[in-house]
């Protein structure tokens, strides 16, 4: 049985605690064996002390979203641009996709999102503030990432934000945001499944579209999955504001 020993609390809890007498130290976030459990308390830790710790490793590693939507995605549509076949809940051996958890802090998510663009030197307080803000705007962001289960790193990502309208009869549309896989985990179809999965996920959520802005190298990849520049109506401009880091 594995029992997670410590983790953030909402960016309020114990990051990581020293055994006493020189029983050493015990690193954040993850999970040891009931051993360990057993070791803790033999080195004068309390029970009540350990089960908080547990409670807050298991805190951490509650998902942004309900997993069970990814269950509902339907691959067969898309079976034919995936040779071998994948899917959200068979994305390989080895690999899970799932949504976001507060722990992915420390699976490597930022710095994989640092081969996308600059994310600066954002904290754990800051990561898990910011993961607080989005879950309490339900049915807003589907933050969705690849894990490889054999190293526990996170190594691919991309997101679904949904926006509300009035119009189209108070519809709702989806944008596509933050695609990213691993530069060692390239051309594996893993930038397909990822893009696929929120692309699938936004049928799923009722949005009358999806949209997303893109290199032109990367016009073929969205074009083989199905997204199309309309005519007239495929510019995409922007305005920088010089206080905002870019
Ligand atoms: C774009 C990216 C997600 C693709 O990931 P991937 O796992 O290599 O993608 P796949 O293996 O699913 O490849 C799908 C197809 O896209 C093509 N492709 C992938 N990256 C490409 C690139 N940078 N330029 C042009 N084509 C690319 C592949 O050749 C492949 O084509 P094929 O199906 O004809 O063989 C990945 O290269 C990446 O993270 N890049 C850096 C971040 C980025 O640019 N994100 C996109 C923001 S819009």
Redesign the pocket.
């Known amino acids: 049985m594995l029992w997670p020993l410590t983790g953030p609390v909402r960016g309020r809890g114990a990051h990581s605690f020293k055994l006493p007498r020189g029983g050493g130290e015990v690193s954040r976030g993850w999970a040891a064996t009931t051993a360990d459990f057993s070791a803790l308390v033999r080195n004068g830790i309390s029970q009540t002390q350990c089960l908080i710790l547990s409670f807050q490793g298991i805190l951490s590693e509650e998902p942004l979203y309900d997993p069970k939507i990814l269950e509902r995605l339907d691959f067969n549509k898309v079976r034919s641009k995936f040779n071998p076949p994948v899917s959200a809940v068979r994305p390989g051996e080895g690999l899970r996709v799932r949504p976001l958890r507060r722990a992915d802090f420390h699976r490597g998510f930022l710095q994989l999102l640092s081969?996308?663009?600059a994310v600066g030197d954002v904290s754990e307080e800051q990561f898990l503030k910011r993961f607080d803000a989005m879950q309490s705007c339900p049915n807003t962001y589907y933050v969705t990432v690849i894990e490889d289960t054999t190293n526990g790193q996170v190594i691919?990502s991309?997101t679904l934000v949904i926006e509300q309208k009035f119009i189209h009869g108070c519809a709702v549309r989806g944008r596509?945001e933050?695609?990213?896989?691993?530069?060692t985990?390239?051309?594996?179809?893993?930038?397909?499944?990822?893009?696929m999965t929120v692309t699938l996920l936004a049928e799923e959520l009722n949005c009358y579209k999806m949209t997303?802005?893109?290199?032109d190298?990367?016009i073929?990849?969205?074009s083989?999955l199905g997204y199309f520049l309309e005519k007239g109506n495929s510019n995409y401009m922007q305005i920088r504001f010089d206080k905002a880091p870019s």
């Open positions: 081969q996308l663009t691919g991309s596509l933050d695609v990213v896989v691993n530069n985990y390239r051309g594996k179809q893993l930038g397909k499944l990822i893009i997303l802005d893109c290199k190298n990367l073929p990849l969205y083989s």
